[in-house]
């Protein structure tokens, strides 16, 4: 399931290959820009060129909401490379405005049309790379076409999204993923007033629930209206002037502007009529070195499927990392197809996968990720996870300015693989996350995050870091120093809750029916645990609960080693709280 | 030579342990806390005792100069556990202002004084955890007593240091480590007038000098004057008041104040004179499960020598992050050396070494590190290894903001594996070196770095991440891409210098006898190279450069391909200006 192997290495020689030959490449935004130049660097002699039907290549796509919002001010920032360096750099001819009709995969042909000429023309290649990316999804819905309902896929977009801006004063953004989100978090710096609408009962699906609930918070304090069990029936217009978009709850919701971020899907068309397997997702079907069905088409980026490392399912994954990686990846097996002899010892190159890391930031909230959450899990079968929850700062409390961490983490109880983690906060979030992803990608466990020696000085971290405290709550799980309480059975379980704070904290508010025994008191006062008259505390399981979990896990060791039956509600008071929200948002529309 | 097991883990039922031990620790910041904490929740029963020579047990050492700074102001703050906190979790005597004068092995006992009161008496234990820490290095010099030359070790030092500090106006801090950075910056915030006398010709040893020349530059950027190659001979009485300090270059520096931050050694004397093995580097010699030569003997934290996962080298590590989890270790190993029955299968607790993972600020500057420099790999006799040196924004260019991070990254040639990154910068330091620190506690190489998913939104990152591109750049070395060439042999090469970058470029500085071809002219240009009447091109080296290494290795990989036998300086012009700053910096006192 997870690729456990080494790329193997061995030092060449290059030489100069003389027999040149021809690549050409569908689309040059991430991947299809990367293999393009990475071929060039492979080789010299090869003829490289690039068909984008957008007048731009490699733009910052990532960037668009951010331009939206006049955070990057200037349309030219957004050029990564332009035509004219892939020329002066690479030696590669870029055709923009130039869109790929067809493919001839028996003649080794495409059809291209110059759409500033509409003269159609064949091109031949001796390979080609379908980087064509993926296509907002826009459901036929009554309305959908009219002007205030908008996409943002490209600079065009972005341009006509910046004129609508200045004329508004609110607007829907249908969808609450990542670039739902940032639209909302832009438009607000544009002074408009947002109402995200969710058809799931949660906005970021890629976290669970109770994670997603801090961003939802988050949205709501920067006057964000969040509407989740909601989905959009139809749009028309408005006789004042802009939408009135009609969504499920039978309302109807008024706004200047209506934005489509329902997601994306495979722009896969032209390499299904020419025959190229695609898989059940709708992606093209790869191989890992990124080749199709068709032996000399390979394809990269948000057009094909790929491997997830954590469950194994086949998926499209829109991300501009796993992009450029397999376009290099692309680029070097191509090689090696024309000059097996020259390229045969480059050996090893193969993509290894995906793991789905991301970050997104909310108001000044980081939300990160990576690997697999509960529901992903749970849809491939895999049973055998528990996860725990902290509440860290980002640094020593000792030191000011302190921010929490809310981080989950997930791991097989078969071997302590990491899973999957998340995590939301206002500093250092990224950083915990792209050090759990790297532990991941190595095939990592919990115990190797419990034994992380990571960077510590009083305003950078902690003598155990929030990933060792992670490692080690999970770690320690395992171990058998204690078992997590199913947090989602809280209300059907006849455990007896036993709050360890002080009276004052419990008093602030506590799980009904908890009863309170502070832990300075608990040696002294275990026996009110098991009074003479009952021995019903014997035969009940104990969990336990706190602030944040430590004081819970204290108290457990204590009673496990008197004789008690114990577990511990993961994370405490504080996961205690979203998960109350969580299932109160859920229930709701 | 590297950790390449993994820790088993098996999960076990806790029980009651009736028969309780008696575990004392000697010494409870760090380490001696740690392992006080971890041993309780291992076994209810024993009885743990904690004897501490100073009035504080767990007090946060690493935040003291912040507290000389005023940007932790209170006292308090920098208790994380008091005695009595000790006793009310768990169930631990703390001794504060108790000294262990003696350890009698034969016996199992100690030897305590009560500071208070001067009475003496012994002390049975089962088992004993020496975690006596380490002393500041006092170098017999005249004068080293005067009461203006002070240390900071202790919360009654940061007492005295505080009060001096209201009166000075100016300072000479002994050595240009960690703690006499972040003094100097400290005093700084106390408007005070610095001078660091570094007796090596750089500050910060653990970097190699081309990167410890830039926090050279932010040091006196921001007012502190930084004197290399000048070790103190004496300090005096000033006649004015205050202190003269006498240094090597015979001149005589007034300063209201000194500091001694010339480094630490272990606290052994005490398990010395018992009779407990220490290594070369004089702290105590332990195994993997933190166990000296004494059977009932276990020692953690900075007194103790460990075993350095990159070089193999045993020495002594000041850092609380592997002091803490050599706490954890020693408790659960005591455990099993009370009760092998019931701890046998809590097995494969074991300290798997360190790396030397550490962060230092520096006015707003972060410099981190993790694993070997070039200096340790040549003392350890490793002569296979290759850098790189590269120089990418924190994150994307196109959305505003970002700021370089200036990243070494040294690798095996013969596997690929990472022997140690260090890294300097305004932000994001600290999260790419914990990346990289992951990987190498993995065994990971620079593949697993290239492939790395890693978090990326426009204001967190960049699609290809500076790990990314470390390990893309280091991976090519190995693939055979390029060769770097050897920054140190500029000067006594005959290889012909070629920079690439635009002639306004070059025209603003360039390497002394470098020839000017732009990357866009190159392929136009080539014939330049080889000019009809001279085979000298074709014979020489061509060593290539331009603003930080990208353009070079596109042009590398162009005139590879046409027959030149082509180097890669890494880095390009800006590792070049800290090469020459560098070497003028060791030059002169």
């Not at 990316?133 to 009554?142: D, E, K, T, V, Y």
């Not at 002037?241 to 896969?268: M, N």
């Not at 997830?308 to 990846?329: C, E, F, K, S, Y």
């Not at 039956?565 to 529309?589: C, D, F, H, I, W």
Request: one cysteine or more; hydrophobic letters at 40%.
């Amino acid at each position: 399931m997870v690729w456990k192997g080494r790329i193997e290495c061995i030092l060449i020689c290059t030489h100069m290959i003389e027999n040149g030959k021809r690549i050409v490449i569908v689309g040059g935004v991430a991947g299809g820009a990367s293999c393009a130049a990475r071929a060039r660097r492979l080789c010299e002699k090869c003829t490289i060129e690039i068909f984008e039907k957008s007048p731009f290549v490699s733009f910052a796509n990532c960037g668009l909401p951010y331009y939206v919002g006049n955070v990057i001010t200037e349309e030219k920032n957004l050029l990564v490379a332009t035509p004219q360096r892939f020329h002066d750099y690479f030696n590669i001819k870029v055709h923009t405005e130039h869109e790929v009709t067809a493919i001839d995969p028996a003649a080794r042909e495409i059809e291209v049309c110059d759409l500033k000429t509409g003269v159609r023309r064949s091109e031949p290649y001796d390979a080609l790379v379908m980087a064509t990316g993926a296509n907002a999804i826009r459901p036929p819905l009554p309305g959908i076409d009219l002007p205030g309902v908008r996409i943002l896929r490209t600079i065009p977009d972005s341009r006509r999204m910046r004129a609508a801006v200045e004329k508004a004063g609110s607007a829907v953004v249908v969808g609450g993923g990542f670039i739902g989100l940032e639209m909302a978090e832009n438009l607000v710096r544009r002074n408009i007033s947002v109402t995200i609408i969710e058809a799931a009962p949660q906005v970021m699906t890629p976290l669970d629930p109770e994670m997603a609930i801090r961003v939802a918070q988050q949205l709501k304090e920067n006057g964000v209206e969040v509407r989740v069990n909601c989905a959009v029936e139809s749009f028309a217009e408005s006789k004042g002037g802009g939408l009135e978009v009609h969504v499920s709850t039978g309302e109807s919701l008024r706004a200047d502007l209506a934005v489509l971020a329902i997601g994306v899907k495979p722009a896969a068309e032209l390499a299904v009529t020419a025959g190229i397997d695609t898989g059940s997702s709708g992606g093209i079907h790869v191989d890992d070195s990124m080749r199709t069905s068709d032996p000399n088409i390979w394809a990269v980026g948000d057009v094909v499927e790929t491997t997830d490392i954590v469950t194994g399912t086949r998926r499209p994954l829109a991300l501009a990392g796993p992009a450029n990686r397999q376009g290099r990846v692309a680029a070097a097996t191509i090689m090696r197809s024309f000059y097996p002899e020259t390229c045969e010892r480059r050996s090893g190159i193969r993509f290894r996968g995906v793991q789905a890391t991301s970050v997104c930031g909310v108001f000044g909230m980081t939300v990160a990720m990576t690997g697999a959450n509960e529901r992903a899990l749970q849809h491939a079968g895999i049973e055998d996870f528990e996860r725990v929850y902290l509440h860290p700062g980002h640094h020593v409390g000792y030191y000011p300015g302190a921010r929490p961490i809310h981080l989950k983490l997930i791991y097989s109880t078969t071997d302590g693989r990491i899973l999957g983690a998340q995590a939301v906060g206002e500093a250092g979030v990224e950083r915990r996350i792209d050090v759990i992803a790297m532990a991941m990608q190595m095939g990592g466990t919990v115990f190797d995050l419990e034994e992380a020696e990571l960077c510590y000085a009083p305003q950078f971290g902690a003598a155990k870091d929030p990933v060792n405290l992670a490692g080690m709550i999970a770690a320690n799980t395992l171990r058998g120093d204690f078992s997590p309480a199913a947090w989602e059975e809280l209300n059907s379980s006849n455990a007896v809750v036993l709050d360890v704070r002080s009276p004052e904290e419990f008093r602030d508010g506590h799980i009904p029916g908890s009863v309170n025994i502070p832990l300075p008191d608990l040696r002294g006062r275990i026996d009110e645990l098991s009074p003479a008259e009952s021995e019903e505390w014997k035969h009940r399981e104990v969990w336990l609960t706190c602030g944040v979990g430590q004081r819970a896990y204290y108290a457990t060791r204590l009673l496990m080693q008197n004789g008690y039956n114990v577990k511990v509600l993961s994370g405490g008071m504080m996961t205690y709280e979203t998960l109350v929200a969580a299932r109160s948002q859920s229930a709701a529309p």
